[in-house]
Each structure stands twice: as structure tokens, then as C-alpha cells.
């Protein structure tokens, strides 16, 4: 990723570009939400995270590209060390126990609502739920917010 300094004119169509991405995406995860509310049927999370997600990032792309730059340069994404991939994985289980017993140390003072809305949420679909919510939802953030809006 570079630093460079963008001109008036430049900002101003990124602006747009949001704009239109925020419009688009967000009228996408509201109609989605809308036609089940319609069908009274029950959509999986994701379902939702990609009606949001992929029209934004289809956006940026398609930005990038009619500029002639390169997403993936553009985001400064590189390749992961496998000792970076297993060190996160380490610190991960690692540090799990403390967030356990920071968890059932609340839970003494505070009733957990939590417990009930994350199993409202995710319903029938935990892998589902966790692809979008630790995967899709970082990677489109940092393709959006780091690379494509610098």
C-alpha cells in the first residue's frame, strides 16, 4: 500500500463510491430481511452478510479496475508466514481459558441475555455463522476500509 495525496476531485468520487456501496449494500441486507419477513421464513445469517458484503466489494473492484489498479495491491495484502498462521492459532487457544473464566466470572454479577440472542442468531447454522462473522466480515473490512479508502 502506498501513500499518496488525493486531489479534490478524486475524494469527492470516492465519496460517491461509498455512497453508492452503502446504498446498494445496505438496500440489498434490508430487501433480504424484507422478502423473508414476507415469506415468513428464517434466512441464515450469512445470507444477510453477503447481500451486504458482495455488492460493496463488487463495487470497489469494479472502481479500481476502470482506474487500472489492483485490488489486491491496493489492499497491501501479503502472504501469512506459517509461523505466523500457527502463532495465532497458539495465542488463540492460549488465551481462551481467560476469556472462559472472565465469561463465568460475569456472569456472577450480570444475568447472560447473550447466551439466549447468539442462539436466536445463529439457529441451525454455526459454521455458516462463523464463516461470516470471522472471515467475510474482516476481509471486507480491511478491503474497504485499508485498502480501497486509504
Known sequence: MTNKT????DALKLMGVLIVMMIVGYGLDIGVGVVTAIAGISAPFIVYSLALYIPMIAIAFLYLREKGDNLWKECGFNKI???TFF???LLTVVTYPM???TNVLSQLF??????QATDAMIGDTPVLY?????ILAP???EILLRGFFP
Request: glycine share 0%.
Open 99 to 101: 476469556v472462559m473464566f
Open 87 to 89: 502463532l495465532t492459532i
Open 110 to 115: 450480570v444475568k447472560n441475555t447473550m447466551a
Open 139 to 141: 476481509v471486507c473490512e
Open 6 to 9: 488525493v486531489n479534490k476531485k
Open 81 to 83: 508466514k506459517a509461523s
Open 130 to 134: 462463523m464463516i461470516a462473522l470471522a
